[in-house]
């Protein structure tokens, strides 16, 4: 058997990625998928139908070469157009202007384009219906029930429940813990209107804020919407309370009544689709000697808040390819070096990605949000160079996740300070200059420490 130098588990978002960054260096890389070939037999159950593409992952894609072949299947989203309850609609921009922009894309297509990527790539093997079920590290062997593989080096892309990762727990005392949101999500469809185009702006996304849980819709290419709704999966106004038709019909009669003429499938969706849960992970290393990396949502799987779960697993394979680089080839120097030194990003995003719950339900709503972002572009107006707000950071910006996090608390408590009257306009400015140094924008900010 050929011996191949990587073996990567998982075929989504981020395996087929690494494979194509690997094999560029020359490696031999071979891939295995626990599902069936999803060009042959597209199966979306309990997967989220589009996602918000941002920078860290259009870098990624970029560097693979990928990114001019999808530009024409995505929709660039300007910003938040908030629903109130009265059905007004007001529209909160996501940058600085309107070219900073995010961009709704099929999952399914984006995944189906990777794997046709990877499919020119004569140097990586591509394996459906391979499902890991063990790994013996000794003798660097794969089971894939009966079969048996040999590895070189391997690389867990193989998502939320990842069976690397269960297996390199098993065989160290690794701190790791999987945290329930104790909220959960069903997706609906706002169809196309009858003279074939969108019956909302294609250009935000939706949000429909409630407080405890709310409603959102981003834009398809074929001119529907898909829409999430996130709620708690008990008490009050929970999935566990929301069942009957009328139950169903009540519910969004009272908390969405503009998207009654919206969704006209609504209760038949409600009631077939299924309730998704949501969950992060924190795992404090990512690496199993100098032999096994895990990556992407395998590694820290966080709640969708941010639009970054994807973005993050996207931009670990810059990472991992920067490493390899960095270290002259040395797979086991780079995998050591991305189980450790990256971690701190996984848990930042992982937090900042729950912070967003709160604002995207609740805060967007009140004065008090509304004051500090209008504040924060002022002073990133006056400091261009210094002063970023946390968003921006994030979504238009590789600035490691965890950077971002520690400038967003100075920032936000310069802000607060600046409200409350704590500070005068000149002190706020010195402390704009003393705690916050200058940072480069948009650019390829080695994204690991
Ligand atoms: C509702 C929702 C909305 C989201 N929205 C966004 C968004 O807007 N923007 C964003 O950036 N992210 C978003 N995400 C997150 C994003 O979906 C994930 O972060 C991303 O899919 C992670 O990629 P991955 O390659 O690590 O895992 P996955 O894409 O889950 O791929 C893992 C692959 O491994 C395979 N596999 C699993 N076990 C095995 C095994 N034992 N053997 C072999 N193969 C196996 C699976 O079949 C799968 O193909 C969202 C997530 C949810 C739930």
Not at 93 to 100: A, D, H, R, S, V
């Amino acid at each position: 058997m050929k011996n191949f130098d990587i073996t990567i588990i998982g075929a989504g978002l981020s395996g087929p990625l690494m494979a194509t960054y690997l094999s560029e260096k020359g490696l031999n890389v071979d891939l295995y998928e626990s599902r069936v070939d999803m060009r042959k037999n597209l199966d979306q159950s309990g997967r989220s139908i589009n996602l918000a593409l941002s920078a860290r992952g259009i870098k990624a894609l970029k560097d693979i070469g990928l990114f001019d072949n999808i530009k024409k299947n995505l929709i660039p989203m300007k910003g938040r157009m908030i629903h109130s309850m009265d059905g007004e609609k007001s529209l909160q921009l996501y940058g600085k202007n309107q070219k900073e922009v995010i961009y709704s894309i099929s999952r399914s297509f984006l995944n189906i384009s990777l794997l046709n990527h990877v499919e020119n790539k004569k140097n990586i093997t591509m394996s459906f219906n391979h499902k890991l079920s063990d790994v013996d590290f000794e003798q660097k062997t794969i089971f894939f029930g009966k079969k048996k593989v040999n590895f070189n080096r391997i690389i867990g892309a193989d998502g939320f429940n990842s069976m690397l990762r269960n297996c390199i727990l098993k065989q160290t005392d690794l701190k790791f813990r999987s945290d329930q949101l104790g909220h959960g999500y069903k997706e609906l469809t706002i169809p196309v209107s009858e003279s074939g185009n969108y019956l909302m702006e294609p250009d935000s996304l939706h949000i429909w804020p409630r407080g405890k849980f709310m409603l959102i819709a981003l834009p398809n290419t074929d001119k529907t919407f898909t829409c999430t709704l996130f709620a708690p999966l008990k008490g009050s106004n929970s999935f566990e309370k929301i069942n009957t038709s009328k139950e169903i019909l009540n519910f969004f009669k009272t908390e969405f009544p503009d998207t009654i003429a919206l969704i006209p499938n609504l209760v038949k969706d409600f009631i077939s689709n299924p309730v998704g849960k949501l969950s992060s992970i924190y795992c404090e290393k990512w690496n199993y000697k100098d032999l096994a990396i895990i990556m992407g949502d395998a590694a820290h799987a966080i709640v969708p808040f941010f639009g970054q779960g994807m973005n993050a697993s996207f931009q670990d394979c810059t990472v991992i390819n920067d490493l390899i680089d960095e270290n002259g080839l040395d797979l086991g120097s780079a995998f050591k070096a991305f189980g450790t030194e990256h971690v701190p990003n996984g848990y930042a995003i992982a937090d900042m990605a729950l912070e967003n719950y709160i604002e995207m339900r609740d805060s967007v709503n009140n004065s008090e949000y509304k004051k500090h972002r209008e504040l924060e572009l002022f002073l990133e107006d006056k400091f261009p160079e210094r002063f970023i707000p946390r968003y921006s950071m994030v979504s238009f910006n590789e600035i490691p996740y965890s950077e971002v996090y520690r400038r967003g608390e100075i920032q936000s408590g310069i802000i607060k300070d600046f409200i409350s009257g704590k500070i005068s306009e000149s002190i706020r400015d010195k402390e704009i200059i003393n705690k916050l140094s200058p940072i480069r924008r948009n650019n390829n900010n080695k994204a690991r420490k």
